[in-house]
């Protein structure tokens, strides 16, 4: 019986001549991404390693070129957060225009201004304006200005405005660089303010007019060649077509009661009389007392004048007030506006039971701490400010703001759910 050979697979009897098949092998291993990351930080590491041993600085000098652009980019940070100018007080219509725009939109507290920038308000609108270094610029009604200047370098800022029209008022704070500087500019003129002063500016673009009232510091003014120094109470007046001339001015009053942030407590107080005082002023022969339930004016709730030096005023209902006093001599001419004061109306309750008890106070620098206990839900108010953080058992701790040189005595008043009211007062002294 014949057999049959088995087939190989591997062959082939394609042309009854048996040919090989040839086979390709591959083989492979698996890398993870973890292992090449090691295999590149060790080559980086040799890499350094024979930079280092070949030019020793050159790591130094790496590594300080690297921290000295995060510095930098940080200080650029923090420069740009500096010197931003915002609003911190804005009363009725004031519109911004900034300067890569064409556009005019109101202003609101997220609005930050740059060089360039230009604000302008209503008939009825006030804006007040701080720089990154605490300087602040009020513009009153119907003023258009514009942002001159916004500048910080080596800690010394500078910062600059332009009157278009209308008037501003400028202060500055005490700078803690000398190079600091702070101007406003009316046409042709610029007065520079120094650390600590406070001015007023007007521009009549009618009369071709315009002035710098200083109610406190000193100033520099220059109009071309043309310069002169400002001191306290001094006014320079700066004709179209003249020359600058310069002249003493009233000075304006110093509250003295209600004193600052003082708390009012009155059974009715619609119906309680208010004592306000002040010191009285050289040549002057009527004061100007105004009123208001904001700290811009835009909002008076009594304006009274009189001969002398204090008036009575009642009418007023529960709550926070703002007070200041101009004076006026025999020509008519006024004086600037006196330091704003602060002081709170407070309806006593039916009943003067309530637990307020100051435990202790501390000084920290020129902050005092004030600790204490009341009811629990009950609300406390110490010179004028609210206390924010009262514990469910009434234990409360405040701190005050930074203090002068001097004694000071420190009001809190409170009022519990019932309606009853407290009163405590300690003395604290900073050391000069």
């Known amino acids: 019986m014949p057999t049959q050979t088995p087939i190989d697979p591997r062959r082939t009897s394609d042309t009854g001549t048996n040919q090989k098949i040839h086979r390709v092998e591959v083989y492979w291993t698996a890398v993870t991404y ?98 990154g270094d605490r300087t602040s610029y009020t513009v009153k009604p119907d003023t258009l200005i514009t942002v001159e200047e916004n500048s910080m370098a080596n800690r010394a800022t500078s910062v600059a405005v332009r009157i278009n029209t209308g008037s501003v008022d400028l202060a500055t704070p005490n700078w803690s660089s000398p190079d600091s500087r702070a101007a406003v500019s009316v046409e042709d003129s610029t007065a520079q303010l120094r650390s600590n002063s406070r001015a007023a500016v007007k521009s009549d673009p009618e009369t071709k007019e315009n002035e710098i009232v200083m109610a406190r510091g000193s100033a520099e003014v220059q109009r071309g060649s043309e310069r002169i120094e400002l001191a306290q109470f001094q006014k320079a007046t700066l004709p179209k077509g003249g020359p600058i001339t310069k002249a003493d001015v ?30 009285p002023v050289q040549d002057a022969v009527s004061y100007t007392l105004r009123i208001s339930t904001t700290t811009m004016f835009t909002k008076a709730v009594k304006t009274s004048t009189v001969s002398g030096t204090g008036v009575d005023i009642s009418g007023l209902d529960a709550g926070d007030y703002f007070w200041n006093v101009v004076a006026t001599d025999p020509k008519k001419q006024s004086s600037e506006v006196s330091d704003t004061f602060k002081f709170t109306l407070v309806a006593q ?33 110490v010179n004028g400010q609210t206390v924010p953080n009262i514990g469910p058992d009434g234990n409360f701790r405040y701190f005050t703001d930074p203090l002068t040189p001097g004694e000071h005595t420190i009001v809190i008043i409170g009022q519990n759910r019932r309606g009853g009211t407290a009163k405590q007062q300690v003395s604290i002294v900073v050391p000069r």
């Not at 009233?250 to 009012?264: G, H």
């Open 34 to 131: 973890k292992t090449v990351a090691v295999y590149v930080f060790l080559a980086a590491a040799i890499i350094f390693g024979a930079l280092y041993v070949v030019s020793p600085n050159f790591y130094t000098n790496t590594v300080k070129k690297i921290s000295t652009a995060i510095d930098n980019s940080d200080s650029e940070a923090v420069a740009a957060s500096q010197t931003q100018a915002k609003f911190v007080n804005l009363d009725g219509k004031v519109l911004v225009k900034k300067v890569n725009s064409v556009q005019w939109v109101e202003a609101d507290f997220h609005t930050t201004l740059d060089k360039g920038d230009l604000v302008q308000t209503g008939p009825e609108g006030v804006a007040r304006i701080t720089f």
């Open 250 to 279: 009233l000075a304006p009053p110093e509250p003295l009661q209600p004193l600052n942030l003082a708390p009012i407590i009155a059974e009715n107080p619609k119906t309680n009389s208010i004592h306000f005082e002040w010191k």
């Open 349 to 381: 309750g039916k009943t003067q039971e309530m637990v307020l008890e100051i435990q202790d106070t501390q000084l920290h620098g020129r902050v005092a701490e004030i600790i204490g206990r009341t009811e629990p839900g009950a609300a406390l108010i």
